[in-house]
Each structure stands twice: as C-alpha cells, then as structure tokens.
C-alpha cells in the first residue's frame, strides 16, 4: 500500500483548498484512510477519520470547515477544507490502517498506530 498527497499550497486566509491522497495497492474496506497534520511545533493530531462504515470524524478545529470524500473507482480520498485561517498551517499527511471492521470508531486512533503514510503536503495560509 503507498499513499501520495497533493493539493497544498500557499493561500489566504478564508480560502478552500482540496487535498488528495491517492492510493494503490488498497483495499478501503479493509483500511482505515484518515488525514492528519502537523503545525509547526506541534503534536500530529488527526483531521479526519474515515472508516468503512460511512462514519466521519472531523476535529473540533476544523468541524463544519473540512469535507472528506472517498472515491473508489479513483482509489483516493479527498479532503476539502473551507475558510482557511492562518493556524490551518501545517504538514497534511494520509494515513493508512489495516482493520478487520474498519468502523469510525475503530479507526479514531492516534496516529502512531497507523503504521502507512504518505509524504505529506503543505498547507500555508497567510492572514
């Protein structure tokens, strides 16, 4: 399984960006697929959960900002954000996990335990 991400940039603040991260080798029901990401002197913490399930987990920080989308046929997940502020800034990494029942609950772990990650992609925002 390799995962790539694309789609940062440097923008202002209360623009959108789409974030993709493009999958090979996966099969998404047997795969947690989340995003996470990382700010300057900051811990990792998770941005989105997707489990098999349909269920969605979106950290307070960016709840009714972020939209994650899964296409199959495309084998990627997106991650929209809206209204970007200045403390969006970050690495944004896809990460992945291998369940057995990939629910949302199941796949809300930290990110040490998924053991698959992409190469991140940066997300700047300027006030």
């Known amino acids: 399984v390799q995962l790539a991400e694309s789609g940062g940039g440097s923008v202002q603040a209360g623009d959108s960006l789409v974030l993709t991260c493009a999958a090979s080798g996966i099969t998404f029901s047997r795969y947690c697929v989340s995003w996470f990401r990382q700010g300057p002197g900051k811990e990792r913490e998770a941005v989105s959960i997707?489990?098999?399930?349909?269920?969605?987990k979106y950290a307070n920080s960016v709840k009714g900002r972020a939209t994650t989308h899964l296409n199959i046929a495309q084998k990627s997940v997106y991650l929209q954000l809206t209204d970007l502020k200045p403390e969006d800034t970050a690495m944004y990494y896809c990460?992945?996990?291998?369940?057995?029942?990939?629910?949302?609950?199941?796949?809300?772990?930290?990110?040490?335990?998924?053991?698959?990650w992409g190469q991140g992609t940066q997300v700047t925002v300027s006030s």
């Open positions: 990460a992945a996990l291998s369940c057995t029942y990939c629910s949302g609950d199941y796949c809300s772990r930290p990110a040490p335990d998924y053991n698959i």
């Open positions: 997707l489990g098999s399930d349909g269920l969605t």
